[in-house]
């Protein structure tokens, strides 16, 4: 029986938000590009918001429709319960996912310096080092297998800790973003918005993805479904070379894309101007350079428990979306 990967048991309906873009999906059956819905799955408005501004979707033949989440964990739940066809996460994630039994494939990588992800602590804590870690409680978001949990996971080690050293516990980003700047958590394992929204709340750094901690690698997937329809198929591949235009964009654009995110998110200017910075950067094809640094992100967190079984990351991709 394939295992849940939600934190709590919500309904489907209360975790979608479906934003219409075009007419309902009958792609299933579709022979001609024009007739194709393609369901993104996105976590924060993120890519919704890169494709607004950036234009990048401009002439697409088929239509698009974005269902919206704050975490991966629902958002697998989603691709699995066939409610949309498209993941978009980090490393981790997309290997809980896959863990669990979640019928999709990778079929594109994306690329980060791993700055958007950290663990953060209230200013005045008495943490000032990783080893100061030892013995408290970490908030990780947003749930089991979330790449702000690989951060911790592999920071410990590098310290010579031990993940038992910690004690764990799970909360989506919105409740425990509230609960940080409430002065409830004393150390929070985050990443993207909630983490800039979170340093810009009182908040310190403690430590970052950066110089390797993380793969930096994120995941665009698919569901099986989408993948056994050759129209589908076909509007993914233009889809994913329409994304590496649109972080293209990013790159180049700051000031624009922070202004976005500030419309369209509700964003405050300097959160915003942080986020515009910490964008994955690039859409590369899974290389056997990217399965073999995610393989080594899978081999530690089954070596101590969070992902069982471990994944072979080689064997769940589809390279043949993006040439």
């Known amino acids: 029986m394939i295992r849940r990967i939600a934190a709590a048991a919500l309904s489907l309906t209360a975790l979608l938000a479906l934003t219409a873009c075009g007419a309902d999906s009958s792609a299933d059956t579709a022979t001609s590009q024009d007739e194709v819905t393609l369901t993104i799955g996105d976590q924060a408005k993120t890519l ?6 950036s234009g990048a979707l401009d002439g697409a033949k088929y239509k698009v429709k974005w269902a919206e989440f704050e975490g991966a964990a629902p958002l697998y739940q989603a691709v699995q319960a066939g409610a949309t066809d498209t993941a978009y996460s980090a490393d981790l994630p997309a290997l809980q996912a896959l863990s669990g039994g979640v019928k999709f494939k990778t079929i594109a990588a994306l690329k980060n310096d791993g700055h958007s992800t950290g663990i953060i602590v209230p200013k005045d804590s008495d943490v000032k080092s990783v080893k100061d870690l030892k013995g408290k409680t970490v908030v990780v978001s947003s749930a089991k297998g979330s790449i702000a949990e690989y951060l ?3 920071v410990l080690q590098q310290n010579g800790l031990n993940y038992s050293d910690v004690k764990v516990q799970y909360l989506l980003p919105t409740d425990a973003q509230a609960a940080f700047v409430s002065g409830k958590i004393g150390v929070w394992a985050t990443f993207g918005t909630y983490m800039a929204v979170g340093l810009q709340q009182e908040g310190r750094l403690l430590v970052d993805g950066t110089d390797g901690r993380i793969s930096g690698y994120g995941f665009i997937g698919a569901s099986e479904q989408a993948l056994a329809s050759p129209a589908k ?14 972080l293209e964009w990013t790159d180049t654009h700051e000031s624009a894309y922070a202004d976005a995110i500030v419309k369209l998110n509700g964003a405050d200017p300097s959160v915003a101007k942080t986020l515009s910075t910490s964008a994955y950067s690039k859409v ?15 081999d530690l967190m089954n070596g101590i428990g969070v992902l069982e079984p471990n994944v072979d990351v080689a064997k769940s991709a589809d390279t043949s979306v993006l040439k």
């Open 284 to 298: 590369l094809p899974i290389t056997s350079e990217v399965t073999s640094k995610v393989q080594d992100v899978a």
């Open 48 to 53: 919704q918001t890169i494709f607004a501004a």
């Open 233 to 246: 198929k076909t509007a993914l591949g233009d889809f994913l070379k329409r994304l590496g235009t649109a």
């Open 152 to 154: 911790l996971a592999n």
